[in-house]
């Protein structure tokens, strides 16, 4: 969790347990790892069409539906072109 700590007021990217990214800024969390992210987007994937880009807004991720946290690249992701990526939908993960 100190190392989560650290990415408060940065740009993050979450991939949850059921296969969703959402990219926004990390605003707070708690020792459950609950986790608050603010002007959140989730990126939807998809081979035929480019990524899909849902505003959410302010947002909460309980800790148990988070796989992965990590830092974004703001200058790299200002440069990608969401349109023209192709890809696979994420699957949720299985235990």
């Given at each position: 969790?100190?190392?989560?700590?650290?990415?408060?007021?940065?740009?993050?990217?979450?991939?949850m347990?059921?296969?969703?990214?959402?990219?926004?800024?990390?605003?707070?969390?708690?020792?459950?790892?609950?986790?608050?992210?603010?002007?959140?987007?989730?990126?939807?994937?998809?081979?035929?069409?480019?990524?899909?880009?849902?505003?959410?807004?302010?947002?909460?991720?309980?800790?148990?539906?988070?796989?992965?946290?990590?830092?974004?690249?703001?200058?790299?992701?200002?440069?990608?072109d969401?349109?023209?990526?192709?890809?696979?939908?994420?699957?949720?993960?299985?235990?």
């Amino acid at each position: 969790m100190s190392q989560l700590m650290s990415y408060v007021d940065r740009r993050v990217s979450v991939i949850m347990n059921d296969g969703r990214l959402v990219v926004g800024t990390l605003r707070g969390l708690d020792q459950m790892t609950n986790i608050i992210m603010q002007a959140c987007q989730e990126r939807i994937f998809s081979e035929d069409d480019g990524v899909e880009v849902v505003n959410l807004g302010l947002y909460l991720i309980r800790g148990d539906n988070i796989a992965v946290v990590g830092l974004i690249d703001e200058e790299a992701d200002k440069e990608l072109d969401l349109d023209a990526l192709r890809g696979e939908p994420l699957t949720p993960l299985t235990h």
